[in-house]
């Protein structure tokens, strides 16, 4: 562990080879305190130390008081529903509500703590992620001051308090991932460098135990370890307790169940595109560089933050009015500082790239937060840069990358869809915001609708607003809001005989920003629920809903009509054929179109008598019901007449069912889908017309038209990247 140290001079504040250098590295660092040469008359640079650290506390605490009020969000009540009466063990033990990593010290242990002594406050889970962000900001400080000396530190500290890559992790309870990896990574550096190896161990698996984003902190420790003419593998020895942190967090994963769900939703990886964009976005995080779609080049719209802004540059300022500058500190400075100085920004630089590179798998998805500990090695660099610069260039940069996080802080519009170029953020302050909005509305009009569910209810939600992420799993939110364990929701698409347990069933649409219940008929709402997910192409939650609808009203024709269509659409033929029969339509002689039928049918709707075409339709169709035009041909008769009839729907469908290739069948259907309000699908079957229909399609002006009108109609940021159409 020693190897080396005795041989070459070590080039940071304090030598570590051993426990019997402490006393050396006590002096090592009072004697330097911040690198600051003290001329007569000077301040103290351990005043600097403790007031410039003060002030940039100060500012992120202002920064981030408005973060406060914000409530829970998407993860939140997942993890909040798993530690919920259980003890801690019992938590640890339950199965991961996400089932895709292995989180346990920011996931159980942190929700259990603050959850049971809060009594499951959003305002505790604020508090406590802001006070881990201090945390953050202090070890920050420490580290840098011990690498570059007390003006780069401040510097450093400033910036990264000001940044908004933490403006996220703040405002979200599941922040805390994120926030304690980013605090146990640089207290692992940090104790590493200052000789305290097994400490650095330890607090590197509490950080991987985190988040996993931090696993190549090792890496970064070992870099600014390393000493001048010392052998890398005599460096790399001393990092033993921390390649040991990381070996133990791999054996535990790879035991635990939760890495057997894939992370496929969340890890997709682009050969070309991923590692570009995951450096352009590094680069866009550290200026505030987010923009609406369209409108880049538009100065900030919001005014910078000027009183955080004025504590951080205060305590920056305080460093130029204490003396001048020195990368190093003092046992560095009997060297040559442009190589401790170029030793530092090396450091900086290998931790900006590990730091970047985890975010590369989720480049698709990316959004600021990700590059939270990217931005602890921009600080250093920036530290050690601006040292050098004069007081006014580094406030004036300092306030600058400030108003830049600032005016990305406040965008009012996130990234969309699975795209690495997306100008925004997927997830920011716009995104939570709007989703607490849309969140508290939706549960207003739910507890008018019913203030208390009986319990072993399960409720289905339909319509809901894209990213809001109110229904999540099978009803986390709802217990929370209810405090009732035994009640759970799931989407309307998901209706099947496993979610219809036993017990009563309620059925709500969203309508804007409001919850509106389904009751209508108890003999008809199985089959309302099951037409809406036949227009949705859900067609299985839609069997199981008429399954329920004919076990309630045994021979029921046109819920037996519906399923024998719905069965066809899954491709069960053998299932279809007897609901047909039983629903009065023939099995047997399914011959074709009559020659001139469909001439004579819109003869008879010319001469003024639709009534008498859509009865002589429907005839065809019980005499042919796998006759594919005759269902077309009197789908658009029951159009013309009603566009929102349930049969014109059905009908339309048995088409499209029927000649699946036929590219007006999906023009037709995407129409349909229109009117009841399934845009995404409606989008979705466009191009399905547009793919099939050649050129015949590629020149239907007005089906673009539709196509595009649709797409103009969904608001910025409000569409499910999941289903979004391409």
């Keep these: 562990m020693a190897g080396g140290r005795g041989k070459s001079p070590r080039r940071h504040a304090a030598p570590v080879a051993s426990r019997g250098d402490s006393g050396v590295a006590a002096r090592g660092v009072g004697a330097a305190a911040s690198g600051i040469e003290r001329p007569g008359g000077s301040l103290d640079s351990g005043l600097v130390a403790w007031l410039g650290l003060g002030l940039i506390l100060a500012a992120t605490v202002i920064l981030y008081i408005p973060a406060l ?23 640890l033990r ?43 900001v202090v070890l920050l400080h420490r580290l840098v001051r011990r690498l570059a000396g007390e003006r780069a530190a401040l510097i450093g500290a400033a910036f990264f308090a000001l940044n908004y890559a933490a403006d996220v992790p703040v405002r979200w309870a599941c922040g805390s991932q994120e926030l304690l990896a980013v605090a146990g990574a640089l207290a692992a550096i940090l104790l590493h460098v200052s000789g305290r190896r097994v400490a650095a161990g330890v607090a590197m698996l509490f950080a991987a135990l985190s988040k996993e984003v931090v696993l190549l902190t090792p890496l970064i420790a070992i870099v600014a370890d390393h000493a001048p003419n010392e052998r890398w593998s005599t460096t790399a020895r001393r990092a033993w307790p921390l390649a040991g942190a990381v070996l133990v967090w791999g054996a535990v994963f790879l035991s635990m169940p939760h890495r057997r769900a894939a992370q496929a939703t969340e890890v997709e990886f682009d050969l070309v595109r991923s590692p570009i964009s995951a450096v352009v976005h590094l680069l866009q995080v550290v200026g505030g560089i987010e923009w609406r779609i369209g409108g880049f080049g538009a100065l900030p719209r919001a005014v910078p933050p000027f009183v955080p802004l004025a504590a951080a540059v205060g305590a920056v300022a305080l460093a130029w009015n204490a003396g001048s500058a020195s990368c190093a500190p003092a046992e560095s400075r009997r060297r040559n500082a442009q190589a401790q100085r170029a030793h530092v920004l090396r450091t900086g630089a290998v ?11 989720v480049a698709l998805l990316w959004s600021a937060y990700y590059y939270l500990f990217a931005m602890c090695g921009v600080a250093l660099v920036l530290g050690v840069l601006l040292a050098r610069a004069r007081a006014w260039v580094t406030c004036a940069v300092l306030a600058v990358l400030a108003w830049g996080s600032t005016s990305a802080r406040d965008l009012d519009e996130f990234g969309v869809g699975r795209d690495p170029w997306t100008p925004a953020s997927h997830i920011n302050r716009a995104y939570i915001e709007r989703s607490n909005r849309v969140t508290a509305r939706y549960l207003a009009s739910l507890h008018r609708a019913v203030p208390k569910f009986p319990p072993g209810s399960t409720v289905f939600f339909g319509g809901l607003m894209g ?26 698409t998901a209706f099947s005989s496993e979610t219809a347990q036993p017990g009563p069933l309620y059925f709500f649409v969203g309508s804007g920003d409001t919850l509106s219940q389904q009751v209508g008929s108890s003999d008809k709402i199985y089959q309302w629920v099951a037409f809406g997910m036949i227009v949705s192409d859900q067609a299985k939650g839609a069997r199981d809903a008429l399954d329920v609808a004919l076990r309630r009203v045994p021979g029921d024709r046109e819920a037996a009509y519906w399923i024998a269509w719905v069965n066809l659409g899954l491709g069960d033929r053998a299932a279809a054929m007897p609901y047909l029969a039983a629903a009065g339509y023939a099995t047997a002689g399914l011959g074709g179109t009559p020659p001139g039928e469909r001439e004579a049918v819109l003869a008879q709707v010319a001469a003024g008598d639709t009534a008498g075409a859509v009865a002589r339709m429907r005839d065809a169709t019980r005499a042919r019901p796998l006759d594919a035009s005759a269902h077309a041909l009197l789908a658009d008769l029951l159009l013309i007449r009603d566009h929102q009839d349930p049969d014109a729907a059905i009908e339309a469908y048995a088409a499209r069912v029927l000649t699946p290739e036929e590219p007006y069948g999906w023009r037709r259907w995407a129409m349909i889908q229109a009117s009841t309000d399934r845009t995404l699908e409606a989008l979705s079957s466009f191009n399905r017309y547009f793919k099939l229909g050649g050129q015949t399609a590629a020149a239907d002006t007005e089906a673009h038209q539709y196509a595009d009108a649709i797409r103009n109609s969904i608001p910025r940021g409000s569409v499910d990247p999941e289903v979004m159409p391409e």
Excluded at 114 to 119: D, E, F, N, P, R
Aim: net charge neutral.
């Design 69 to 91: 009020g914000t409530q829970f969000f998407a993860d939140d009540f997942l993890f909040l529903d798993q530690v919920r009466g259980r003890s801690l063990w019992e938590s």
């Design 351 to 361: 931790w900006i790239l590990l730091a970047t590179a985890p975010v590369i798998a």
């Design 467 to 492: 990213n809001v992420a109110f229904q999540r799993a099978d009803g986390p939110l709802l217990r929370w809001a209810y405090r009732d364990s035994s009640l759970k929701s799931h989407y309307l």
């Design 94 to 136: 339950a199965p991961d509500p996400l089932s895709n990593f292995f989180r346990p010290v920011s996931r159980q242990l942190y929700f259990w703590a603050v959850a049971g002594l809060t009594h499951e406050s959003p305002v505790a889970f604020r508090i406590g992620n802001l006070i881990t962000l201090l945390v953050c």
